[in-house]
């Protein structure tokens, strides 16, 4: 069984913070599928969401 370290912890906290979240529930997104003109999925969650929905101003 591994062992993670604190400094491994904190770099995965950077990293994970460097993605939008979910409007739906919070989970870092890293894909998003477009699956028609009004709907996609955002992954890893599988919310469904609206195109563009993670777009930053």
Same mark, same amino acid.
């Given at each position: 069984?591994?062992?993670?370290t604190s400094e ?14 979910c409007v739906s529930?919070? /989970?870092?997104?890293?894909?998003? /599928? ?22 930053s101003d």
């Amino acid at each position: 069984m591994p062992v993670e370290t604190s400094e491994e912890r904190e770099v995965g906290d950077a990293d994970a913070s460097s993605f939008p979240r979910c409007v739906s529930c919070g /989970t870092p997104v890293t894909i998003v /599928t477009v699956t028609d003109p009004l709907e996609a999925v955002a992954s890893p969650c599988g919310c469904r969401i609206a195109p563009g929905a993670l777009e930053s101003d």
